[in-house]
């Protein structure tokens, strides 16, 4: 299975600054960026990355994600959100 | 990279459009560089249903009522609309409180800042100043940590109960206005208004507008400071030319009464620098904490937002508090009582900020 880029959007900015951390102690790397209009109407911090799968990391360490999209020619499908 | 592109134009075009329709409301009858003020107008709409006495300044002002549902209109159009909230609700209502403590001080929101300058308003810049500074000590706590809790999602019903609580103002302002305390004509700001049809479609277009292109004066500074992002900022940028530009057509054209290049005599501002620059400072500080401006909590409270409804009520609350106690500011300047009001409110948004660090709340 190929990478495929992704959009992980959290419930605060320091979630996303947390998580790039996990990310990148995985062997990923990921860009904070202001989350896409195309994705949500809420304006917040996002980390895009490209990885084999949408959650890279293990489910106790998923708490700050929101939601995570699958970037695909500018357009993004939700593939992964938090339980309410 | 095409995407991108509209994005841009979009934000851009529609901050040209917001300044021309601010810059004509004023040219239609609201106070001077007030074609849009959300802490003003707030301010306006709590005298209006007596929350304070200050006679000058009570209207119920229809472009807040036109803002929050075109906004509504706008996310429904696009499917955007969802009641949420549940985050730490008494705390935003706190930083919107002292957020209109901040802005009565400076006398406008950030809106209005920008509307000012391109009024030809020079005390604006100690404004633009201060709330820069503000929101770097808001992102330096975002970057330590800071969060209010999570939001949630709510029953549908939650999110349509501020656009029922403006359409309940709009339908007292139409037909039981004998309900509503109105200024005199000749005694104030309030008096100056455009008349109700224009003021709201004036506030539809804008939230229309506001919600599709996430305009946030505080969005646009912070996205600048921590991602060199400046496309909110361009919307901002864009609003003040189109007013610069539409106000200088007007003074051209009426001979005066719309660009005044200056620091005396402006209209609804004093030129205390530094009380201007402390004010926009708290303003700056809480609104980043908060996560946006005036404007935007006002559109997201139209899409279903009960946080940033609360954050409107909290705003409602600090200009009533600021009439009532004499601690907004007026044409002569800042009060005493104003002064350390603004002082304790940037110690106490300070304090929200620390608590909710997450250094503090591990602990360490």
């Known amino acids: 299975m190929g990478l495929a880029t992704y959009v992980a959007t959290f419930f605060s900015h320091f979630g996303a600054i947390k998580t790039r951390g996990l990310l990148r102690e995985a062997g990923i790397d990921a860009t904070l960026m202001p989350v896409p209009r195309a994705l949500s109407s809420s304006c917040g911090t996002c980390l895009r990355y490209q990885a084999r799968s949408a959650a890279p990391l293990g489910q106790d360490q998923m708490g700050e994600v929101e939601q995570i999209a699958e970037e695909r020619d500018g357009a993004y499908a939700i593939v992964w959100g938090a339980e309410e | ?364």
């Open chain 2, 1 to 364: 990279m095409e995407d991108e592109k509209r994005e841009r134009l979009l934000v851009v075009g529609g901050g040209v459009v917001i300044g021309v329709i601010a810059a004509l409301l004023v040219y239609l009858g609201n106070p001077g560089n007030m074609g849009f003020c959300i802490a003003c107008f707030m301010r306006d709409t709590a005298g209006a249903l007596g929350l304070h006495s200050a006679k000058a300044v009570q209207y119920v002002r229809p472009e807040v009522i036109g803002l929050i549902l075109g906004g509504m209109a706008m996310a429904l159009y696009r499917k955007e609309f969802s009641p949420k909230g549940g985050s730490a609700p008494v705390t935003r209502f706190a930083l919107g409180f002292f957020a209109m403590i901040g802005a009565l001080m400076f006398l406008g929101c950030p809106f209005r800042m920008i509307l000012r300058l391109a009024g030809g308003d020079l005390n604006a810049i100690f404004g633009i100043v201060g709330f820069v500074a503000g929101i770097l000590c808001g992102v330096f706590f975002l970057n330590r940590g800071y969060s209010l809790a999570r939001t949630h999602k709510l029953g549908g019903a939650e999110g349509y109960v501020m656009p029922a609580i403006v359409v309940t103002l709009l339908v007292l302002l139409v037909a039981a206005p004998e309900f509503i305390h109105f200024t005199e004509a000749g005694e104030g700001p309030g008096a100056k208004h455009a008349v109700i049809a224009v003021s709201l479609a004036a506030g539809l277009v804008v939230g229309a507008i506001a919600q599709r292109t996430r305009l946030c004066m505080v969005g646009g500074i912070r996205d600048m400071v921590l991602f060199r992002q400046s496309r909110l900022l361009e919307g901002f940028v864009a609003v003040f030319a189109a007013a610069l530009v539409t106000n200088l057509v007007l003074n051209a054209v009426m001979g005066g009464g719309y660009f005044k290049l200056g620091f005396a005599e402006q209209p609804v501002a004093h030129t205390d620098g530094l009380w201007n620059a402390l004010g926009t400072f708290l303003l700056g500080y809480a609104c980043v904490l908060l996560g946006g401006c005036p404007l935007r909590q006002t559109i997201l409270s139209g899409e279903g937002n009960s946080d940033s409804a609360i954050t409107i009520l909290g705003l409602a609350a600090g200009a009533a508090f600021a009439h009532n106690f004499g601690l907004a500011s007026s044409g002569k300047g800042p009060t005493a009582a104003g002064m350390v009001a603004v002082v304790v409110g940037i110690l106490v948004v300070t304090l929200i900020a620390v608590v909710n660090s997450s250094s503090a709340k591990s602990g360490k």
